[in-house]
């Protein structure tokens, strides 16, 4: 399969500050908020730990499911590489974001598994145990006309901010995706 488009994700301080500002305006609208202490306290906590998650996996990469790799083929389809080494087939959904600082791409994604027999079950594939394996099956969309051989659809999001490519790939990055966000 030939490949249009790839990208390796670097680390950004522009998100990074973002990330911070929108975190700590939502602590502090919570330290203002009239209502019980350890309710306030645990909502506080939650809030840290999510901007700690988001900073490992969005910011620093350095997380093992963060996305490093990107690559769009020919075909439109595209494949998603995490920190560990793990591939992802998959789609890109028409409610990403793109403004001219921020790219948020939202994909429909199937993990990459060796066989086929894994691929057409997985909760096999992804090893999920039988109760997550109900919620996925209640929850996750399915799409029969993607043309994965499963119909088992993940959500997968990568956030790139202006710094973290350079500026003539981010550039055109945008343009590309703005054109090609139009056709999905």
Known sequence: MLQKTYLELGQSKQLLWLLLVTHLGAVLALALADMNLLIKIFLIMVCC???F??????????SPKAIVRVWENEDGSWILENKQGGRFDARLRGDSLRTRFLIILNFSALCHCEGASERSNPAKALNLTNAVAGLLRRFVPRNDKVGFESTWFLPKHVVIAKDALPKDLFRRFYVHIRYAGQKT
Not at 53 to 62: E, I, P
């Open 49 to 51: 730990a999510y901007l």
């Open 53 to 62: 998650t988001n900073l490992r996996r969005h910011v620093w990469r350095s």
